[in-house]
T-cell receptor, first 116, second 112 residues
Framework: AQKVTQAQTEISVVEKEDVTLDCVYE???????LFWYKQPPSGELVFLIR??????QNEISGRYSWNFQKSTSSFNFTITASQVVDSAVYFC?????????????FGAGTRLFVKA | SQTIHQWPATLVQPVGSPLSLECTVE??????LYWYRQAAGRGLQLLFY??????ISSEVPQNLSASRPQDRQFILSSKKLLLSDSGFYLC???????????FGPGTRLLVL
């Protein structure tokens, strides 16, 4: 069955600290997509990254980096030198090709507090 | 570039009243459209998705319905709201199945 687990409900860090948000997924499909979204206090979900199951290459975008490991079914997200503006809820999501890709399953989210 | 609009931004409705939330997408053709609900402090629940005009798939049984009268318009409705319908409603679109979904600003609904 399709499942996304974000075990960290809330994380609190001080500005400039590095923080890693964990995401573990379950799928029976060999073709799938993984996503990270950011939800600031305004509420709108902002797309951050998409990875397909055939691309295990890690990615870095500015202070953000993602570590995709199929062996552990994890897709973790690291923010380097966190800033107050990073405070938000972050969602990891999974979409399976065999279900037509419609059923994107979201994790419960991790609320990140970055204190000045 | 593509943009997605939702309105109203906030809505307070009495129990038993009707509901109509609208979502429109600009800058793309034949998008896949989605309605999600997010309860306070919770994750997202997919309510409906649509791959074309008049084509609606429901994910969970409920007293809500969806319609797609035009290619880039997606409407969420209810004939009689329940207290449990309160939440944050998000509309999203994608170009193709499995592709990235892009979300609108959302509508906060409070049913009293």
């Amino acid at each position: 069955a399709q499942k996304v687990t974000q075990a960290q409900t809330e994380i609190s860090v001080v500005e400039k600290e590095d923080v890693t948000l964990d995401c573990v997924y379950e799928t029976r499909d060999t073709t799938y997509y993984l996503f990270w979204y950011k939800q600031p206090p305004s509420g709108e979900l902002v797309f951050l990254i998409r990875r397909n199951s055939f691309d295990e290459q890690n990615e870095i975008s500015g202070r953000y980096s993602w570590n995709f490991q199929k062996s552990t079914s994890s897709f973790n997200f690291t923010i380097t030198a966190s800033q107050v503006v990073d405070s938000a809820v972050y969602f990891c999501a999974l979409s399976e090709a065999r279900t037509g890709g419609f059923k994107t399953i979201f994790g419960a989210g991790t609320r990140l507090f970055v204190k000045a | 570039s593509q943009t997605i609009h939702q309105w109203p931004a906030t809505l307070v409705q009495p129990v038993g009243s009707p509901l109509s939330l609208e979502c429109t997408v600009e800058g793309t053709s034949n998008p896949n459209l989605y309605w999600y609900r997010q309860a306070a402090g919770r994750g997202l629940q997919l309510l409906f998705y649509s791959v074309g005009i008049g084509q609606i798939s429901s994910e969970v049984p409920q007293n809500l319905s969806a319609s797609r009268p035009q290619d880039r318009q997606f409407i969420l409705s209810s004939k009689k709201l329940l207290l449990s319908d309160s939440g944050f409603y998000l509309c999203a679109w994608s170009d193709r199945v499995g592709e990235t979904q892009y979300f609108g600003p959302g509508t906060r609904l409070l049913v009293l």
